[in-house]
């Protein structure tokens, strides 16, 4: 029987855009290296940032004072659909993982979309593998930046020159 390989897969995601990693190990002589390895991207298919526009694509804002009724309820909208997106995201994130029977989820996420899609995630993963949380918006930087963000934070090794 082999032993159990401990494995790492990195999410950067924001309300629009999700992106899925492997950590894998390089041969590089003397030395083997990480590298991140794009398996996945997820793009939410409802434009939110048309959202609160008018027929003549002015941009409807609030005046000061109490929130229009009309207003929260755009909000709520908002937020339903971009729970949905994380569900999705979180499903993937499952089935990604499905066969580990140990290793690590790393989900970074912009740090209110992250609340919203927190939940889900934990109950997509197998309770043997262990999620963390980085509360950045991501999603929209290199790999080379990404990785150095993890290595700064310690998710894989810094890359020696």
Same mark, same amino acid.
């Given at each position: 029987?082999? =032993? /159990? $390989? ?12 999700? #992106?899925?990693?492997?950590? @894998?190990?390089? %041969?590089?002589? =003397?030395?083997?290296?990480?590298? +991140?390895?794009?398996?996945?991207? +997820? ?11 008018? $027929? ?11 929130? *229009?009724?009309?207003? /929260? !309820?755009?909000?709520? *909208?908002?937020? %339903?659909?971009?729970? #949905?997106? &994380?569900? @999705?995201?979180? !499903? ?10 140990? &290793? $690590?989820?790393?989900?970074? /996420? @912009? =740090?209110?979309?992250? &609340? ?6 934990? !109950? ?5 593998? @262990? ?8 999603? *929209? ?14 998710? $894989? =090794?810094?890359? !020696?020159?």
């Amino acid at each position: 029987m082999r =032993p /159990a $390989v401990n494995r790492t897969c990195i999410v950067v995601a924001d309300a629009g855009l999700a #992106r899925f990693y492997d950590v @894998e190990e390089v %041969e590089s002589f =003397p030395s083997l290296k990480k590298k +991140l390895v794009e398996r996945a991207v +997820l793009t939410n298919d409802v434009d939110l940032k048309s959202r609160g526009k008018s $027929v003549t694509s002015k941009v409807r804002t609030e005046r000061s004072g109490p929130v *229009h009724p009309m207003g /929260a !309820q755009r909000e709520r *909208h908002r937020v %339903e659909l971009e729970r #949905r997106f &994380g569900l @999705e995201i979180a !499903q993937l994130a499952g089935k990604m993982t499905k066969s580990w029977t140990k &290793g $690590v989820v790393v989900f970074i /996420a @912009e =740090p209110r979309f992250l &609340g919203i899609t927190r939940e889900s995630m934990r !109950q997509a993963l197998d309770k043997r593998i @262990e999620l963390k949380e980085i509360a950045r918006d991501y999603a *929209h930087i290199t790999v080379t930046d990404l990785y150095d963000h993890l290595a700064r934070n310690g998710i $894989v =090794p810094a890359l !020696q020159p």
